[in-house]
């Protein structure tokens, strides 16, 4: 247990850390956002952001699921010069392959234009290409430093310099009456601003002059593409899971329901920030764990950190998803209050993945990749088959009830996969009961609120007499138990605060 603990102390040590990057990081983004919404028409932004949508599928092409293939793989070996050769060939597998799609963006541009209806697209696309190669190269980077656990770092890179830097191009953009191309510069500006950072942040484990591969080493690269291949194919797959509603809405409608669904995009993050926060370090220690071949810790290990994902995840989510007309509005104005009905359904539909934990994560520190292929090949089909039929007939919501679905028999199908395999799922009966409890009164709160209208500072006040019900609701349906303890424990640690009152209460 003492091994576990230690564990699980890191992992709370680490999340806040993440989470606090993500929430600082993600209000940047949604700013950005914000401006980009306001300053251009829905049209136009449908234009833009449509060919970032599909810059953005080509760089996850790129990446060719090394990503997730690099941290497990430097997660498993102990000395620098293991940990940097696999860095190395990551880098070189990666620009290979962000090259080749680069230039095919390039050279059909035009026809891509022709499939989504919209020759705007053909433009902005040009602009876009580089994205697809420096995106790329920053997932690989990135990942080191994930691998090495470094939070600060990581924050520092994604969550501050990665936003502040191309807000400010942004912002002086639209101050220049150039709006369309501050646009285009923020977007690009994220990796470029991350690839570097992170490449500053690394110097000291992996130089810069140490990264060039010169003599690739067939074994490594073997190993890295033996496991990352099924990643691949399954980020392909899912590239349409997260991505093929807005092509669809594209094929199917015209580009204002293309901007009208663009701009909630990114709120529904609100329900995975946590998620995202916790899976840091989640991955790597998930690695030691099986590897040293300690199936109950890891059980365990996933059991707590999912009580705390879906707890802490759930005050966000009933904000955004019960009170989504006033968070359109807030946000992106009276023009995108169409987008209100679709935001409801996409952040309800991404707390299923909240729910369930980081079960791919889980997939991956067991090295069964190829079950990923296989829940993300049953998602996508549910996604694709549901938006066929739906989009035509109630637009955009309909593309976010095939994505939620998507989701949902994804994390199905992978759920009952890990069980058969290790044997492990990660509920418990004290997991669901404070979510009962607190979407009961968070209901009953918006039954009785249905005629305000709620500002900034109403929408925040709301999340945070949900943050007091969930705790509050942990305590009175005796739903704490030793492992969640650990987390106040690393508390006293880091402040020298005496909390033994605290745990004397909670454990009564």
Do not use: C
Not at 294 to 301: A, C, G, I
């Amino acid at each position: 247990m003492s091994g576990t603990g230690e564990k699980i102390g890191d992992l709370f040590e680490s999340s806040v850390i993440i989470f606090v990057g993500l929430i600082i990081g993600n209000a940047l983004a949604l700013g950005a956002e914000a401006l980009i919404a306001r300053s251009l028409s829905p049209g136009v932004y449908g234009s833009v952001a449509l060919a970032y949508t599909i810059a953005l599928l080509g760089g996850r092409i790129a990446i060719f699921g090394l990503k997730d293939g690099v941290v497990r793989l430097i997660s498993a070996k102990s000395t620098v010069s293991e940990r940097s050769h696999i860095v190395r060939h990551g880098l070189a597998i990666v620009l290979l392959a962000g090259a080749i799609v680069m230039t095919g963006f390039i050279a059909g541009r035009n026809i891509i234009a022709e499939l989504v209806d919209d020759p705007l697209v053909s433009r902005y696309l040009l602009y876009f290409s580089p994205f697809v190669l420096i995106f790329s190269v920053r997932a690989v980077l990135f990942g080191a430093l994930r691998a090495e656990e470094r939070s600060t770092s990581a924050v520092i890179s994604r969550d501050l310099l990665g936003r502040i830097l191309p807000l400010l191009i942004l912002v002086a953009a639209i101050f220049l009456n150039q709006p369309t191309l501050g646009a285009v510069g923020y977007w690009l500006g994220v990796p470029v601003a991350i690839l570097l950072s992170s490449l500053l942040f690394l110097q000291d484990r992996y130089p810069l002059s140490g990264l060039i591969l010169r003599n690739p080493d067939r074994d490594t690269t073997e190993r890295l593409l033996r496991f990352s291949l099924p990643l691949a194919v399954g980020a392909y797959l899912s590239i349409f899971l997260t991505h093929s509603d807005i092509l669809m809405i594209g094929y199917f409608l015209d580009s204002s329901q293309v901007g009208y669904y663009r701009a909630v995009q990114p709120l529904q993050r609100a329900s995975i920030l946590l998620l995202m926060a916790f899976s840091f370090l989640f991955l790597p220690a998930a690695t030691q764990f099986y590897e040293q071949k300690n199936v109950d810790d890891l059980e365990r290990f996933y059991t707590v950190s999912t009580k705390w994902i879906s707890a802490g995840t759930l005050p966000i989510v009933l904000v955004f998803g019960l009170f989504a007309d006033d968070v359109v509005r807030v946000f992106f104005g009276t023009a995108y209050s169409p987008a209100a009905p679709a935001l409801t359904l996409l952040v309800f539909g991404h707390f299923l993945r909240a729910i369930v934990g980081l079960n791919g994560d889980i997939v991956k520190a067991i090295d069964r990749t190829k079950l990923e292929l296989l829940s993300v090949l049953i998602g996508v089909i549910t996604n694709i088959l549901l938006n066929l039929f739906l989009i035509p007939r109630v637009g955009i919501a309909g593309a976010a009830i095939g994505t939620a679905t998507g989701f949902l028999a994804y994390n199905i199908v992978e759920l009952l996969a890990i069980y058969r395999v290790v044997g492990i799922h990660p509920f418990s009966i004290n997991n669901f009961k404070p979510l009962i409890l607190t979407i009961g009164f968070a209901l009953m709160v918006r039954q009785a609120t249905l005629e305000i209208k709620f500002g900034i500072f109403g929408l925040v006040s709301m999340g945070i007499l949900f943050v007091v019900v969930v705790l509050a609701s942990m305590v009175l349906s005796r739903s704490v138990d030793d492992a969640d303890l650990v987390l106040l424990n690393r508390v006293e640690e880091r402040t020298g605060l005496d909390l033994s009152n605290i745990r004397q209460f909670v454990i009564e």
